[in-house]
């Protein structure tokens, strides 16, 4: 049985067109929309253990909208409905 579970979020699960601050932008990624709902699950769960955010370039975001953007997916999912 599984005591527990990491999530481990590389910011290139993203598509380039929405997170361009990564260093292996693949196109067919991720929108916002369908990672906030799977994202929401996964640190709600109470078997989640601990989580990471890797990939993310700051080189590659100098306005910070990237950088918004991941920040503002993790807030929404642990934030209470």
């Given at each position: 049985?599984?005591?527990?579970?990491?999530?481990?979020?590389?910011?290139?699960?993203?598509?380039?067109?929405?997170?361009?601050a990564?260093?292996?932008?693949?196109?067919?990624?991720?929108?916002?929309?369908?990672?906030?709902?799977?994202?929401?699950?996964?640190?709600?769960?109470?078997?989640?253990?601990?989580?990471?955010?890797?990939?993310?370039?700051?080189?590659?975001?100098?306005?910070?909208t990237?950088?918004?953007?991941?920040?503002?997916?993790?807030?929404?999912?642990?934030?209470?409905?």
């Amino acid at each position: 049985m599984l005591d527990g579970f990491w999530v481990h979020l590389d910011a290139d699960v993203l598509d380039p067109a929405v997170m361009p601050a990564v260093d292996s932008p693949d196109d067919g990624g991720l929108l916002p929309e369908e990672l906030g709902p799977l994202l929401r699950v996964l640190v709600r769960s109470p078997r989640r253990v601990g989580l990471d955010v890797t990939v993310y370039d700051p080189d590659l975001d100098p306005d910070g909208t990237a950088g918004a953007l991941l920040t503002d997916l993790l807030v929404a999912a642990f934030a209470e409905v």
